[in-house]
Nanobody, 124 residues
């Protein structure tokens, strides 16, 4: 059973940066995919970014490409999301997820484990 805890949310002005981190309670095996999703009030949880633990292949939603960077630290069992040039529309609760298998990494329904979420608020 993998437990995930997110850190690093907060309030930032538009154009600013935040770094989110997600710590796993146990070793993430090479077959895992780690993803970041977000959910704004009244909206569905949407894909933001994902990384395949083995090899480090990354995926991004079009809305964050060029602004967000996902990375992993094998030694610390953590995955991070560096968010730059933040916009008010990035405001949401951000969730870290983990899953096995690499089919359709953008689908939230394929993730087995979730963190509790961390609030990111971008003011205009």
């Amino acid at each position: 059973q993998v437990q995930l805890v997110e850190f690093g949310g907060g309030l930032v002005q538009a154009g600013g940066s935040l770094r989110l981190s997600c710590a796993a309670s146990e070793g993430i095996f090479s077959s895992y995919v780690m993803g970041w999703f977000r959910q704004a009030p009244g909206k569905e949880r949407e894909f933001v970014a994902a990384i395949i633990w083995s090899g480090g292949r990354v995926y991004y939603a079009d809305s964050v490409k060029g602004r967000f960077t996902i990375s992993r630290d094998n030694a610390k069992n953590t995955v991070s999301l560096q968010m730059n040039s933040l916009k008010p529309e990035d405001t949401a609760v951000y969730y870290c997820g983990a899953r096995t298998g690499v089919v359709d990494v953008t689908s939230k329904d394929r993730y087995n484990y979730w963190g509790q979420g961390t609030q990111v608020t971008v003011s205009s």
